[in-house]
């Protein structure tokens, strides 16, 4: 049986273009929620939970279509914090058999419930990005920039931001759309970065003001991209690669990164405990974290993520200055500043 993409939690206002291929996979997964519980009871059955969204997903699975024509692979799709907090709550009872594209952060709150990767090769990706005790492997490095519609501002007389400090401006009232750090992994590296770059009190003023002029926090790192090509907004903190997948495709979007620099993490991917026994467990994500990783990393999210490997992409930044992200696999840290942002 050919696998699917089963969208769970993914945030409103989906973009026509790149991001279209989700919907079509969860409408071919009506019902997935009860087969997908048996994930694990079937030999060649494999269930991922994934918080890679949209194309990225339907061409991870269009792939896994091709390389193992004879297994039962799904997918759900869910956002970062809301598969964390599932993860947690299930644990090695969980329906998935393998999470995918986990932001680094949250993945370290799950470690316990996930198998220990020695019987795979984790020399291939960058030293940087690699989990020191062993329990997943980086999927994508991926950053984040301040994108605009440039004809959205243009429209509306609005000069294009050069700082986080222009943001504050009355005039982009109602123009700015952000993740919400609670939800999306993008969002809290927004977060933190301004929380190294500043300091913690200076970034949660500055969050608080900024608030003002924020027309929606979306529940995913993709949502303020797609308000910006939908028109909804004319600013927004949003991922890297999907900017510039929507400018490849024609959209009148700009991408830039501030004095503090781009923020960024490691995503990614491990095997839920008790798991990897199984042969079609094994076998998908022996492939998922090579070539799953290759053909990601050179189609979508070039930031380098394996040694020796730095594809490049059309209009896709090469000299990023990425901003100073120390702690941001810092599970008790993020709770911390999560619990702050909450009040």
């Known amino acids: 049986m050919t696998g699917c993409v089963h969208n769970d939690g993914a945030s ?3 973009s026509r273009r790149g991001f279209l291929g989700l919907a079509a996979g969860a409408a071919a997964c009506l ?16 269930v991922i939970y994934s918080c890679g969204e949209g ?14 024509p004879d297994y039962d692979i799904r997918m759900h799709y869910i956002t970062t914090g809301n598969c964390a907090a599932r993860l947690r709550m299930e644990g090695a009872s969980s329906e998935a058999d393998i999470v995918m594209d986990l932001e680094g952060g949250y993945i370290n709150q799950v470690s316990d419930n996930l ?7 984790g020399s291939i990706y960058c030293e940087d990005l690699r989990d020191p005790d062993g329990r997943y492997f980086p999927f994508s490095r991926e950053s984040a920039c301040v994108a605009t519609n440039d004809d959205v501002l243009a429209g509306r007389g609005i000069p294009t931001p050069v700082s986080y400090q222009d943001l504050l401006d009355p005039v982009y009232a109602g123009v700015v759309s952000m993740p919400n750090p609670k939800t999306s992994g993008t969002g809290y590296n927004f977060l933190k970065s301004l929380v190294n770059a ?38 927004g903190l949003g991922m890297t690669y999907h900017a ?12 830039h990164v501030f004095e503090e620099g781009a923020p960024w993490d490691v995503y990614g991917s491990g095997i839920i405990r008790g798991r990897a026994s199984r042969q079609a467990v094994h076998d998908v994500f022996g492939w998922l974290c090579t070539e799953g990783v290759r053909i990601d990393n050179a189609t979508y999210v070039p930031d380098q993520v394996l040694v020796g490997v730095t594809p490049e992409i059309p209009n896709y930044p090469t000299d990023i200055a990425y901003a100073d992200m120390t702690g941001i696999t810092d599970v008790d840290e993020k709770m911390r500043l999560l619990e702050r942002w909450s009040h």
Do not use: C, H, K
């Open 115 to 121: 198998e220990d990767l020695s019987d795979f090769d």
């Open 55 to 68: 194309i990225r997903n339907e061409t991870q699975m269009a792939a896994m279509r091709r390389a193992f």
């Open 244 to 255: 510039v997948s929507e400018i490849n495709a024609g959209a009148p979007l700009s991408v």
């Open 12 to 14: 409103p206002g989906v």
């Open 31 to 46: 019902g997935l929620g009860g087969l997908a519980g048996a994930g694990g009871t079937s030999g060649g059955s494999v």
């Open 198 to 235: 500043w300091g913690e009190d200076a970034a949660f003023d500055y969050f608080d003001a900024l608030a003002e002029n924020v027309y929606q926090f979306t529940s995913s790192g993709s949502g303020p991209v797609n308000a910006l090509v939908q028109g909804e907004a004319g600013i």
